[in-house]
């Protein structure tokens, strides 16, 4: 059975919104998402794009739904998809990979990700399934 990896959605209005552990509910604009690592829940209008990844994803596929978080505003922690990161947030991002709640395997690809994206001198790039 595929394991969540990241429980994430962004918004039309390009808002990035992830759910870090059970009951852990995080709306914006009508929009939320729900369940952290153990289920997801997604409600609001259909016109989200999907940042879910599984386990049983391609290496690229996560890779390129991978999300990090590159700022704080208060308590509330700003994600923004890796490929969309220019440097500096990539920098934030890196450094503020720690402070996510156990959950060391999304570090580990989350660096993984940014190797493999910078490797490939990628700026934007999309997945085509």
């Known amino acids: 059975m595929a394991k969540i990896i990241q429980n994430a959605i962004k918004t039309p209005d390009g808002t990035v919104i992830r759910s870090l552990y059970r009951h852990h509910n995080v709306s914006h604009k009508g929009h ?4 952290g690592m153990d289920y997801v829940r997604i409600g609001g209008t259909v016109d989200y794009e999907d940042l879910i990844i599984l386990s ?4 690229e596929k996560m890779c390129l739904k991978m999300v990090v978080n590159v700022s704080i505003e208060g308590d509330k922690l700003i994600w923004k ?3 969309d990161c220019d440097e500096k947030e990539i920098s934030v991002a ?4 720690n402070l996510l709640p156990s959950q060391g395997y ?3 690809l989350a660096k ?3 190797h493999f994206l910078s490797c ?5 790039y999309t997945f085509q399934p």
């Open 32 to 35: 939320f998402i729900d369940g």
């Open 56 to 59: 049983t994803d391609s290496f």
């Open 81 to 83: 998809k890796l490929v």
């Open 94 to 97: 890196l450094k503020n990979l």
């Open 106 to 108: 999304t570090v580990c």
């Open 112 to 114: 993984a990700a940014i």
């Open 120 to 124: 490939m001198k990628v700026e934007k």
